[in-house]
Every structure is written in structure tokens, then in C-alpha cells.
């Protein structure tokens, strides 16, 4: 009994000091970085009128109570990049309203995750118009971990998935503004594999749970 509370004791001291999760906005650059812990992650980002909203938790996982939940949200004139590090757990990251958020007069929404040792996944939805015209205004870069890194974008009467091995099928040729090349320049501990997709023009998504509602992760992005 002695050694199973011991056990249980150094099983709560190891979940409670997680590394700590982080949303961080560089106003200057108009940079927001959202940095994970070492367990899985889920990460909102919506759009409330000229508020930017961010969310980031990890499930709770059997009984214990160390739960982190930040929430942070500011205002923009324009977001140009947003970034998930992704550590040694599952890590979800998904988008809410990106068309409000660029009807609300943002350029462009750039949203990069670095895939860790988990299996990593990066929602961008519910897509919308935001391509109207042909300008390269929604760009979504994954950079592979250890795993399968799986890309989801939801089109009206249509979903493209792609994961290592069918991402080339899914992308089409990726175009860079100069805005944009930094990402290629950011600073890692090792050079990652690049993986960009370019979405297709699409029309406005009109019912798009009863549409998709048979994907299993898509419950993960409803609104609470």
C-alpha cells in the first residue's frame, strides 16, 4: 500500500509540473504564439468582432484535476501569423470563424503548427470565401514530428484530409508573398520539412455540421 501511494504520489507531482502552456501576442510583428505542454493539447482560435480569441487546454485525463485552461483575447488590425508548437502529446488545433476574422479587415491568416512526437492535427474551418478572387489570403503550413501530422479543411460538399503520405495529392504549388517567407526562416532546433498547402476558391459553407457531422473529430470544435 506504502508503495502504491508513493506511485500515485509521484504520478500527481509529474502531472502537475507539466511545462507550462503560453499564449504570447508580438504586437509588433502581429505574431501570436501558442505553446503546448508534454500532453494533448486542443487549441481554439475565433474571432469576436475586432477581438482575436484564443483558447488552449488539454483534456483532463482519468481523475485527476490539473487541467490547465488559458484563455486569452485581444484586439487586431491585422494578424499575420499564428503558431502551435506542438510537444510530445496529440495536439489539435483548430480554427473557429477565420472568414469573420478576415471579413473584420485582417490581410491574411497565416497558421503554422509544429508537429511533435504525437500525432498532430491542424483544423482550418469553417472555410469560407476568404480566397475570393484568387488572393493567397489563407495559408496553412504543417511541420511534420514523429507522427502522422494530418491537415483538415472543410469545403461545401467537400473535404480534403491529407497526412504524410497523401499530402502531395491534396497540395497544389504553394506561392509566398515576401510577408510571408519568414516562416521559412524561423528559428528551430532542426530544419523541419516544410508541407504547404493552397486551398482551392470555394463557395460559402451554408450547413456545415449537418454536412461533415460524420467526421469523429469534428465534435472537438464545437462551441462550448
Not at 508580438?26 to 493539447?41: H, K, P
Amino acid at each position: 500500500m506504502k508503495r502504491l501511494f508513493a506511485v500515485l504520489c509521484l504520478c500527481a507531482l509529474a502531472w502537475t509540473n507539466a511545462p507550462a502552456q503560453s499564449i504570447v501576442y508580438d504586437e509588433v510583428n502581429q505574431i501570436v504564439t501558442v505553446t503546448g505542454t508534454d500532453l494533448d493539447d486542443e487549441c481554439k482560435i475565433s474571432v469576436d468582432g475586432d477581438e482575436f480569441k484564443i483558447k488552449l487546454t488539454y483534456p483532463e485525463a482519468d481523475n485527476w484535476n490539473h487541467t490547465d485552461n488559458i484563455k486569452q483575447k485581444f484586439e487586431f488590425d491585422e494578424l499575420v501569423l499564428v503558431i502551435f508548437f506542438g510537444l510530445r502529446g496529440d495536439d489539435v488545433c483548430f480554427f473557429d470563424d477565420v472568414e469573420e476574422f478576415v471579413d473584420e479587415g485582417a490581410d491574411h491568416l497565416v497558421s503554422v503548427q509544429y508537429g511533435g512526437e504525437g500525432e498532430d492535427m491542424l483544423f482550418g474551418g469553417p472555410a469560407s470565401d476568404y480566397l475570393d478572387g484568387g488572393d493567397d489570403n489563407v495559408v496553412d503550413v504543417l511541420f511534420g514530428g514523429g507522427s502522422n501530422d494530418t491537415f483538415v479543411r472543410y469545403y461545401i460538399n467537400k473535404k480534403v484530409d491529407a497526412d504524410h503520405g497523401t499530402l502531395e495529392s491534396a497540395m497544389q504549388k504553394p506561392k509566398f508573398s515576401a510577408k510571408k517567407s519568414f516562416i521559412r526562416n524561423a528559428e528551430l532546433e532542426s530544419e523541419p520539412e516544410v508541407k504547404v498547402i493552397k486551398m482551392p476558391l470555394v463557395d460559402k459553407i451554408t450547413d456545415f455540421n449537418e454536412a461533415e457531422s460524420d467526421f469523429i473529430h469534428w465534435q472537438l470544435a464545437q462551441p462550448e
